[in-house]
């Protein structure tokens, strides 16, 4: 007589594990971003070649703005979501 294994007797069930899912922290580089982290480093270069000839006033406001608004901007910003 041919004996039927159980599903107690099998053993354990190996499953494939599942796919790496994108985390919420990763930062996917777009075109979008690409444009306004170049235009950031654009202005953060103007600002140190204006501090460089001595612009005391017009040399901080751009480096600050490229640093503490440009470059976040350009790394927090995401593309449009196509619903489908």
Sequence with gaps: ???TMRKAD???VRRRPA???PHAHEIRMQRKNLMWLSIAI???VVGFATLAMGSLT???ILLVGGFL???PYA???RG???ES
């Design 58 to 60: 017009v040399a901080p």
């Design 42 to 44: 654009g202005v953060i």
């Design 69 to 71: 608004g440009l470059v």
């Design 80 to 82: 449009r979501q196509h």
């Design 19 to 21: 796919p790496p899912e």
């Design 75 to 77: 790394l927090m910003t």
């Design 10 to 12: 099998r053993g354990p």
């Design 1 to 3: 007589m041919q004996r």
